[in-house]
Each structure stands twice: as C-alpha cells, then as structure tokens.
C-alpha cells in the first residue's frame, strides 16, 4: 500500500463520502490494475456528482420561479417550482415556493399538499407554516390558528439564516 492510498483510506475512515478522497483511491486502484474496487470508488464519486448537479439545477430552477413569481407569470413559476421539486425531491423552499403560488391561483388544496410537503420536509420553516395556515384560515379550516400560532414561534425561536425575525418578514414573505 503506497502513502497516498493508505492517506485516501484514513481521509475515508473519518468521511465516507470525502469526493477527493474517493476519487484518489480509486485513481490509484485503477492505477494499480484493480479495476472492480476502483469502479466501486469511481461510480460513488459520479453518483455524488450527478446528486449535485441536480441540486444546482433545482436551485437554479427555483431561482426562475422567483422571478416569474415577482414578474407575475405564476403559471411559469409554479412549472419551474414544480421542476426544481423534480430534480431535488428534498428541497423544501421550492415546494413552500410552489405552495405559494398554487395559494394566489386560487388552487388552496393543492397549495395545503405543497405546504405540507414543505414542512415535511423543514419542519423549522417557519413560512411553510404561515403560508399554510393563511391558506386554511381562508378555507375555514380550525386548525388554521394552531399553524400560524406554530409560524410565529418558530420565526421568533428558531433561527432564519437569511435574516429578518419578525412577523412582518413573515408576512412579506407570503
């Protein structure tokens, strides 16, 4: 075992997933004619890859949906927040996003199911409940008061990593 292969194993050891790391094991298996162990390394190292990929693709796409969204092209927006959802089944904005505007098309079940999905998802996303409990509060739903009660502790205990910390930012977000 050389150095570096012996550095990769350790590095992976302490971080399974380390991309550098991967790919240097199996640059070196490869190297060293053992094609089956450094496939195993290789193909872990494109499948993380391709998870980022589609990860940026949803950001982006979701991106898009905001600008659609505050141009007022909401069907184009709910498609690309419905497409950033496709690429990244986990991302929690782009379903709020989506909740969003299904909620200002008028489409209030479909918008309680992306909501739902959004907290599901980021049980901590303080707007994901707001938006949801405006949207059964205008259903006459009871248990709308329990959502926002539950949006407005979590925007004043829980930290928002893009700022604000108010009701206010809470609203102007929906």
């Known amino acids: ?39 195993d ?19 982006a796409l979701n991106a898009d949906g905001i600008s659609f969204m505050n141009r007022g092209q909401i069907d184009q927006a709910l498609r690309a927040f419905q497409a950033a959802l496709a690429n990244d089944p986990t991302f929690a904005l782009a ?3 989506a909740g969003v505007v299904l909620a200002r098309m008028g489409r209030n079940q479909d918008a309680v199911k992306a909501f739902r999905v959004a907290i599901q998802l980021k049980p901590g996303l303080a707007a994901a409940h707001f938006g949801l409990g405006l949207v059964l509060r205008q259903m006459g739903d009871p248990t709308a008061a329990a959502e926002l009660d539950e949006a407005q502790l979590l925007n004043k205990f829980v930290p928002n990593p893009s700022g604000g910390g108010d009701q206010t930012s809470l609203e102007s977000t929906y």
């Open 1 to 39: 075992m050389t150095a570096a292969e012996d550095a990769y194993r350790q590095a992976l050891r302490i971080n399974p997933n380390l991309r550098e790391a991967l790919y240097g094991l199996g640059t070196i298996l490869k190297g060293q004619g053992k094609m089956s162990q450094a496939k």
């Open 41 to 59: 390394y290789l193909q872990r190292v494109k499948s993380e890859e391709q998870q980022i990929i589609k990860a940026n693709q949803a950001a």
């Open 95 to 97: 379903a709020y996003n």
